[in-house]
């Protein structure tokens, strides 16, 4: 006399069966986006696990349905824009949570789909230790306070190698800033925060995916002194 077994432990991750609408679709104009995969599904940690490039204003709803992720857009989309959606490890089966690493949902408002790329890697500049979570942003304007003032026009962050990798990129050249950003505000607006940036304007090329592709940008963090003056 016993119980069944339940079979195997599930060790593989969901699979997407359909975007609505599709994948790098061109000329987007909805507001909303369905994500269907081929089992039940949860989301974790989206704040952290989802990042949207260009980024909006207003954050778009996020939710898991049953076998389905639904997207809901609060804010007004660009004109002849190429919009990503990276869910990282955000989105996990729902019996053993298993993450589907790596997700990318892309689609252009206009009838182009931007296609370049910029890798590089992050350390701090002390230790040379590899700098990981960072977020890294890629501005068109180069003030110096821009950094501070504006959100950034494309965002990625670093992964457990203290890499990163921009996808989907209109032609042009780029100031780049990697900011060990806590509050999530996508500004740097708190001196406590590591920096870094390159003085040389990036930009951004067609990458072949390989094991052995040089990393073209560098970029070491610190801590930025207090500029206030204390007694």
Not at 126 to 131: A, H, L, P
């Amino acid at each position: 006399v016993g119980y069944p077994t339940g079979g195997e432990v599930d060790k593989n991750p969901p699979k997407v069966l359909a975007f609505e609408p599709e994948n790098e679709s061109k000329n987007f104009s909805s507001n909303k986006l369905i994500i269907q995969f081929d089992e039940y599904i949860q989301l974790k940690d989206i704040d952290n696990q989802v990042l949207i490039s260009p980024p909006f204003e207003q954050k778009p709803e996020i939710q898991a349905k049953g076998k389905s992720v639904h997207i809901n857009i609060n804010d007004t989309l660009r004109p002849n824009t190429t919009y990503l959606f990276q869910f990282k490890n955000a989105v996990v089966d729902n019996n053993e949570g298993n993450p589907l690493p790596s997700l990318d949902y892309v689609f252009s408002t206009g009838n182009v789909l931007d296609s370049l790329s910029i890798k590089g890697s992050v350390s701090d500049a002390f230790t040379q230790k590899v700098d990981e979570e960072i977020y890294v942003f890629l501005y068109s304007d180069f003030s110096d306070s821009i950094v501070a003032n504006s959100k950034p026009v494309y965002v990625t962050k670093t992964d457990k190698e203290g890499r990163f990798k921009f996808k989907y990129i209109a032609q042009g050249k780029y100031k780049i800033i990697a900011l060990k950003d806590d509050d999530k505000s996508l500004t740097y607006n708190n001196v406590s925060e590591k920096i870094a940036f390159s003085t040389n304007p990036i930009i951004p090329q067609y990458i072949v995916d390989s094991c052995d592709t040089i990393l073209a940008v560098k970029l070491n963090t610190f801590v930025q002194e207090s500029g206030v003056q204390r007694i």
